[in-house]
């Protein structure tokens, strides 16, 4: 009985990991963005099994919230860190903290105010909407300008700004949702203990990953002649930093992952043998393609449940094209706001107007909005609205904005500019 009941889901991964492997094949033939292109194809697929009894195992498989933040996510996350370079991060630092916390909160209001406006949203509920919608999801911005070969500077501002605020969008929005459960509305005293949850929850997520990253890095240190239990070590903390933050001590996961991956790669060079160095980024990458194929794949399957219902999608259109009018609103009001301001200050590089374009329009949504909008209670009357608004958004980052950046960074010779600039540098060092 046991056996039965594992063999079912092991057989249904094996399945979407060769559905998500043959399709990379043909996705870099059609030279379509690969990750987008798994989104479509988990659509069909959900479609298909509608209709057809063999693939109704397919819709066993759900993205839910635990699936998403505990299983799927750290491996991304740490990832990520672990290709940061520290300098880099450091200099970027100013930009970064104003989009992924200013920008994160000032995109909430904007969409907010104009869903409550706009549609029969109730304030709560809208401002909920936009703390779950408000950050870029650095699983879709990863893995996409990996694939359209972004600048390097331009890659480092979108990937640390969409790691940095995922962390805030989740924490903001876990504030929003105790405010609207315990409905007791808005007020000074509200907003200050929000600050203060924000302040311990972020940090204390540093903290945590921190102190996690250095104790594996005197395992990792003991270690240094079993090469295997060395790589072992850095997916033991890539989870570890995670739970351990986010489900046990209350803080966040994301900045705990992001502490200990940036501390790994720091002390790399001097705890990992040359073997284990030359091994960690294959063995990370492909942990990285099971990962966003399964997330691709699960996310065109939740897409599908918007197309179960034609009527209610031809009822209700307008309320979601308002939904994705706030969404852009509040990405170019974060932008073009605040990147002039901290061009302004001395200790900010200055982000040029094509940067911010591309910033704007690259700005993607993708799958911790689900993870978000899963925590929403039953008992929220607006909540069904939520996940159909939350579900189009994303829909339509994917599939248009994320199919699009690249004809954009192309229009405005933004990675040809790049090019030429590395070529010529290589040739003054030659």
């Not at 500077?153 to 903001?172: K, Q, T």
């Not at 003991?222 to 790589?231: D, H, N, R, T």
């Not at 691709?296 to 209700?316: A, I, S, V």
Request: with cysteine.
């Amino acid at each position: 009985m046991h056996a039965a009941s594992l063999a079912i889901p092991v057989l249904i991964l094996s399945g979407l990991l060769l559905i998500a492997t043959s399709s990379a094949i043909l996705l870099k033939r059609l030279r379509f963005p690969y990750t987008i292109g798994l989104v479509v194809i988990g659509m069909v697929l959900g479609i298909a099994a509608q209709y057809a009894d063999q693939l109704e195992l397919a819709l066993k498989v759900d993205l839910s919230h635990d699936l998403i933040m505990y299983v799927l996510l750290p491996i991304l996350i740490f990832d990520a860190a672990i290709n940061i370079k520290p300098p880099s991060l450091f200099r970027e630092m100013g930009v970064i903290l104003n989009l992924a916390v200013i920008g994160v909160v000032l995109s909430m209001l904007v969409v907010g105010a104009l869903l409550n406006w706009l549609t029969p949203l109730s304030l709560a509920s809208a401002m909920l909407f936009g703390a779950l919608i408000s950050a870029t999801d650095p699983v879709a911005v990863i893995a996409l300008f990996k694939e359209v070969g972004a600048p390097e500077r331009l890659s480092m501002l979108m990937d640390s700004e969409s790691l940095f605020n995922d962390a805030s969008a989740i924490v903001i929005f876990g504030i929003v949702l105790a405010v609207v459960q315990s409905g007791s509305g808005v007020s000074a005293g509200v907003l200050l203990e929000g600050i203060g949850a924000f302040i311990k929850v972020f940090f204390g997520g540093i903290l945590v990953g921190s102190a996690m990253g250095v104790a594996m890095r005197w395992l990792m240190k003991l270690s240094k002649g079993v090469p295997f239990a060395q790589i072992a070590f850095t997916t033991i903390l890539a989870y570890g930093s995670f739970i351990i933050a986010d489900h046990v001590l209350g803080v966040s996961g994301v900045m705990s992952t992001i502490a200990a991956g940036i501390i790994t790669r720091s002390s790399s060079s001097t705890v990992l043998s040359e073997e284990v160095r030359g091994f960690l980024r294959p063995y990370w990458e492909l942990l990285s393609f099971i990962v966003n194929s399964l997330i691709f794949l699960l996310l065109g399957l939740k897409e599908n449940l918007l197309f179960r219902n034609f009527d209610y999608l031809l009822t209700n259109y307008h309320f979601f094209l308002v939904a994705i009018f706030a969404v852009l609103a509040g990405r170019l009001a974060a932008v073009y706001l605040l990147l002039p301001a901290s061009n302004r200050l001395a200790f900010c590089r200055s982000v040029d107007g094509k940067s911010m374009a591309v910033m704007f329009w690259g700005g993607l949504r993708g799958v911790v909005p689900v993870a978000l909008m899963l925590l929403i209670p039953d008992t929220l009357p607006d909540k069904e609205l939520i996940i159909d608004l939350t579900l189009v958004v994303i829909l339509f980052s994917l599939l248009i904005q994320g199919t699009t950046v690249n004809w954009l960074m192309k229009k405005l010779n933004v990675c040809q500019q790049y090019h030429i600039r590395r070529a010529a540098m290589k040739k003054l060092g030659a």
